[in-house]
């Protein structure tokens, strides 16, 4: 999703092993053909060009065969014939996430398997069971609506939950480009119950979040505690610059409430105080 730069601070945001497989059409084992490196004399990096046969599919029908290409660092080994790498394609049908299966991040750091608890999940066999664990859910229990234009798009209700990863987390330190690190997770029905409880925070910044994260969740009980957050009394002050410095009062929380219950697909009328220009990257 996010390639962190080196050369500035970057908020980095990555995707678990569970929305991978939720969002990508075609999943499958490759094994390594060969891989052909290309650099200038002098450069620190290199462009690596992979070319892989299929071993195995687990969702849809990925190619036989495919290529694509990866900068890596000069000094990064190189990978042997044979070595196996999990592909995940998009929906036009291109190279969208590769985790080499042997030494994971070694083909693009971000590219790793990575747990909802923001752990790190090695080796093949691990890798695996943990896809295979979640393609199972979903042929049981059903799947869910993705948006094929963007997998990640702002929206309240998409489907995804983008959490903060803790510090010294093993998702942090991989994914780390100077700034905060967010994980893409699904909207699992077990987070529920956290985000209903988190909208009685005594802080507005978590009612607020919580409120705009029960889009996902069209439950009677989620629908009721929205609306009674419609009239949330939580007042900020938002500074914005434009040709000059104004500050203006918003409620986040009724903001987060409404444009939730939009999301559900309910008509409420607007709560007082509603900001049509209040940002929703403050919300989610």
């Known amino acids: 999703m996010l390639l962190p730069a080196a050369a500035r601070a970057e908020i980095a945001i990555g995707e678990n092993i569970d929305w991978l497989a939720i969002t990508r059409l075609e999943i499958g084992e490759y094994k390594l053909i060969e891989a052909v490196d290309r650099a200038k004399p002098g450069a620190h990096w290199i462009t690596r060009h992979f070319l892989l046969k299929r071993k195995g599919r687990f ?3 990925p190619p036989k065969r495919v290529r694509f290409s990866r900068h890596v660092p000069v000094k990064s080994q190189h990978p042997n014939n044979g070595h196996r ?10 190279v969208d996430y590769v985790i080499d299966l042997e030494n994971p991040g070694e083909t693009a750091s971000w590219e790793r398997a990575f747990a909802a608890n923001f752990t790190e999940i090695r080796g093949r066999r691990k890798i695996l069971r943990a896809l295979k664990s979640r393609l199972a859910y979903h042929d049981v229990h059903g799947w869910p609506k993705i948006d094929t234009k963007s997998y990640v798009n702002g929206k309240p209700g998409s489907g995804y939950i983008k959490l903060e990863a803790p510090f010294n ?3 942090h330190d991989r ?9 893409i997770v699904p909207a699992d029905p077990a987070l529920e119950k956290t985000f209903l409880d988190q909208t009685q925070d005594v802080e507005i ?5 919580a409120a705009w994260r029960l889009a996902n969740y069209h439950t009677a009980h989620s629908e009721r505690l929205l609306r009674s957050l419609l009239n949330d009394p939580g007042a900020s002050v938002l500074t914005t610059q434009a ?3 104004s500050d203006r009062i918003v409620y986040p929380v ?6 939730a219950l939009q999301g559900m697909g309910v008509r409420v009328d607007r709560p ?3 900001d049509k220009n209040y940002p929703d990257s403050f919300l989610e």
């Open 272 to 274: 007082q105080g509603y």
């Open 243 to 245: 040709r000059s410095a």
């Open 254 to 259: 009724r903001q987060a409430a409404y444009r």
């Open 205 to 209: 910044s978590v009612r607020a979040q």
């Open 169 to 171: 987390s093993a998702a």
């Open 175 to 183: 994914l780390f480009g100077g700034s905060a690190v967010y994980l």
């Open 85 to 94: 790498y999990l592909v995940f394609f998009n929906h036009q049908g291109r």
């Open 59 to 61: 969702k849809g029908e």
